[in-house]
Each structure stands twice: as C-alpha cells, then as structure tokens.
C-alpha cells in the first residue's frame, strides 16, 4: 500500500465521521420535536472496484446512510391514547384497504381527520370524500402530534382538531 493510498483511506474515514457527526447533530437539534425519530450512521467499506481507480483494493470507508431509530411500543402508545379519546365505547384499530382509495392515502401509516357533516360519493371503494372533506398526515407520529399538526395546518379542520385534543388532554 502506498503513502498516497493510505491517505486517501484516511480521508475517506475522516470524511465518513463526519457525516456522522452531522447525524448526530440532527439528533440533538430535533430531540425536543414531536414526532422525530432518531437516527444513527451505518457505514460500509468501499472496495476496489467502486472506488474510482480500480487499481486499489480498499479504498477507506463510507457512511452508507442514517437508519431511523424506531422505539418499540409506539402504536400501542397510539392506541392507548385513541382509547382514551374514544371514551368507554369498545373500538379497534384495522387498517382498511379501502382507505387508499377513499381518502386517496399513498403511505401507511396515515392518519385521517374527515370533516363533521362530511357526505360520501359512490367510488371503487364503496364510498369516496372530496379532497376538501378530509386532511391527512402520513409517519409513524402520535396521536397528539397528528391533530396538532391538524389544528395548526389545516384551518378549515381547527374546530374538529382542537375538541379532540382537548379530550385526549383530558378535557371535555
């Protein structure tokens, strides 16, 4: 291994940690942010062949990218929490295929809030709602945190969002 080859490793390893450090940053900064998820840096070595001179067997190391650090218990979070805003009424969750096409849902998980008063139009899935009628936020976020976006992005949804934080707050 040359002098040259050695530091084109050692950059490749520097420049890799500090994408890492980036990650890490993005952790701190958003730690406090309803919703986020945490990430950490993987990384991989990069060989000969995909380093641009293939006249080198190794040629240092990458960050592959951040994976998302999913805790566990979060949708029984959710459901505990809907639970509670449902009130003592026996209910469960499902996930309704139909649901893609009826209120146009692209990703799972989505939440969806359907405006009161809101009337149905015959589709594929049985019943459809006009654009209009319905908001929608798609992630692996909470309960509180899909209303308050809701409340706080969608102002014809405000009255609807605002009544069922205040009852999965514990109010009336």
């Given at each position: 291994?040359?002098i ?10 520097l ?29 991989a ?26 805790t ?7 459901v505990a929490?809907a ?17 893609f ?16 008063g ?23 976020v ?10 706080r ?13 205040s ?5 009336t």
């Open positions: 291994m040359s040259l080859t050695s530091l084109f490793t050692g950059a490749s390893g420049g890799a940690h500090g994408d890492a450090i980036g990650v890490v940053g993005d952790n701190i900064a958003n730690s406090s942010t309803v919703g986020f998820r945490a990430a950490r840096a993987s990384f070595d990069v060989l000969g062949g995909s380093a641009p001179s293939t006249q080198r067997y190794g040629a240092g190391v990458r960050m592959t990218g951040p994976q998302t650090r999913f566990q218990g979060s949708l029984q979070q959710t929490r639970q509670r805003l449902i009130g003592q009424r026996q209910v469960s969750f499902q996930i309704d295929p139909q649901a096409d009826r209120f146009g849902v692209s990703v799972a998980p989505t939440f969806v809030l359907l405006k009161s809101s009337t149905a139009t015959p589709c594929a899935a049985g019943a459809c709602f006009a654009a209009s009628s319905f908001a929608l936020v798609a992630g692996d909470s309960l509180d945190y899909a209303l308050e976006f809701f409340r992005s969608a102002p014809a949804f405000r009255r609807e969002a605002t009544g069922l934080l009852k999965l707050k514990g109010g």
